[in-house]
């Protein structure tokens, strides 16, 4: 799936969720979410390739439009949290965390995997480790979903 699939499939879902100036904390902790999830699956695979990148700037080109954060913002979310993920598990559980921040949010939660999805679809290959990372967290969201709040 190219990165104008996703901006087109994605960007409608964003424009509902976050389009009113109300919904900036929530912008904000999707786009922490989708950042720190796109980076745990681009470097599952051991490397995060520059189509990967490209992909998650693709989440950050369509908060640009929708005026909620710079997209500059967000690839420099992208690239601390691949750095972060590629130093040790202990971070990587910590990117887990504030992937589950969106767990209590059906759509966000949604919106969070088909953007993981298609981080790992973008060099091309799904690597089992890549498919292995998304399912780890889509059962986390799970869990923490099921959680009492």
């Given at each position: 799936m190219s990165g104008k699939f996703l901006r087109t499939a994605i960007f409608k879902k964003f424009r509902d969720a976050y389009g009113s100036r109300?919904?900036?904390v929530r912008a904000a902790r999707m786009l922490n979410a989708a950042m720190a999830g796109?980076?745990?699956v681009a470097v599952?695979?051991?490397?995060a390739c520059f189509d990967e990148g490209a992909e998650?700037?693709?989440?950050a080109d369509i908060l640009e439009a929708l005026q909620v954060f710079d997209p500059l913002t967000g690839v420099a979310l992208y690239n601390d949290y691949v750095h972060r993920a590629r130093e040790s598990e202990e971070e990587r559980a910590i990117l887990r965390d504030i992937v589950q921040e969106v767990a209590n949010?059906?759509?966000e939660r949604a919106m969070l995997i088909e953007i993981c999805r298609a981080i790992s679809r973008a060099d091309g290959t799904v690597a089992p480790e890549e498919r292995q990372e998304i399912s780890?967290?889509?059962s986390c969201l799970r869990l923490r979903e099921n959680m009492p709040k």
């Open positions: 109300e919904s900036k796109s980076a745990l599952a695979d051991g490397h998650a700037g693709n989440v949010d059906e759509d780890f967290i889509e």
